[in-house]
């Protein structure tokens, strides 16, 4: 590890610390966990869902439409069991999920469908210290883009006041109910809305001003998980850090670029360890 990357993990454990930084985390967050027992790739997924269904060869790996052809051509509840299937099990939080639960931050952006992040918020905090807020398919919920939910798993009418840390699945997640956004239907859906914000809980919108954001097993490869994190950040601070070992696209790097996203060029099981290790004095606070 340089003597930059160093500071700058240093840097991020006091922002944690603090609340000043917003973990944002992608599939390949489960590769730090010791047991994968879900799909951790949209490609992984979408051979779990087609080996199940048959759908056209040409749309066999790409999940946004082979879930749309099951959705066409079976039924929306046939998704919605594929999926739940799929993330059925939840794999073990992994040291790093469980440093960032404990840490200062009050507010958790997870976009995938796993159920980890949550078993860890569970595992470290008291009952009633968080809440969940998930994106619903228009399928199942039109007019209706998020839903709450205690860390009880009950459905709550609105976000509770009391400033309770919240989790944030802007596509859905497995538990406890099953919301999806996983079809090209359900994502043109939201695309329409989310220049002007409305699918993002106002309470993110109020939480995220003037913080920065960590993205953690994150790829802005293609243009829907670049569209997401670009509204999920808006009017963020302007500064923010991704940890991306691999070389960026082409389009990735103009992302970065353009959002003062600092690549952090290190395997995401070294920045875990570093990053935990500069965490752990506020951590055994």
């Known amino acids: ?138 399928s199942e919920h039109f007019g209706d883009w998020t839903g709450v939910y ?30 999806y956004l996983v079809s090209d239907s359900d994502f043109v859906e939201v695309l329409t809305e989310i220049d002007i914000q409305t699918p993002i809980p106002a309470a993110v919108q109020a939480w995220r001003s003037g913080r920065h954001f960590l993205f953690l097993g994150c790829r802005f490869d293609d243009q829907l998980t670049r569209c997401f994190a670009r509204q999920i950040m808006k009017r963020s601070s302007d500064r923010h850090w991704a940890v991306l070992p691999d070389e960026p696209t082409r389009m990735e790097a103009r992302f970065l670029q353009e959002q003062n996203i600092t690549r952090i060029d290190m395997p995401l099981a070294q920045f875990a360890e570093a990053l935990m290790e500069a965490m752990q004095p506020a951590l055994a606070a």
Not at 18 to 37: Q, V
Not at 151 to 172: H, N, Q, S, T, V
Request: glycine share 8%.
């Open 1 to 138: 590890m340089t003597a930059s990357n160093h500071d700058l993990i240093n840097e991020i454990a006091r922002s944690l610390d603090t609340g000043a930084i917003i973990p944002y985390l992608g599939p390949n967050m489960l590769s730090l966990c010791s047991e994968l027992k879900v799909p951790a790739t949209p490609l992984a997924l979408a051979e779990s869902m087609t080996g199940k269904v048959s759908v056209p060869h040409k749309i066999r790996k790409r999940l946004t439409q082979a879930a749309q052809f099951i959705e066409n051509f079976k039924h929306r509840k046939s998704v919605v069991h594929l999926m739940n299937e799929a993330f059925a099990n939840t794999p073990a939080p992994s040291p790093l999920h469980l440093a960032l639960a404990a840490s200062g931050a009050e507010l958790w952006v997870d976009t995938w469908y796993d159920d980890t992040l949550a078993a860890a918020l569970a595992q470290v905090g008291p009952q009633g210290s968080w809440t969940q807020v998930q994106g619903l398919s228009q």
């Open 150 to 179: 205690g860390d009880d798993g009950g459905l709550l009418a609105e976000m509770p006041k009391d400033g309770a840390r919240l989790l944030y699945k802007p596509i859905g997640s497995h538990s406890p109910a099953g919301n």
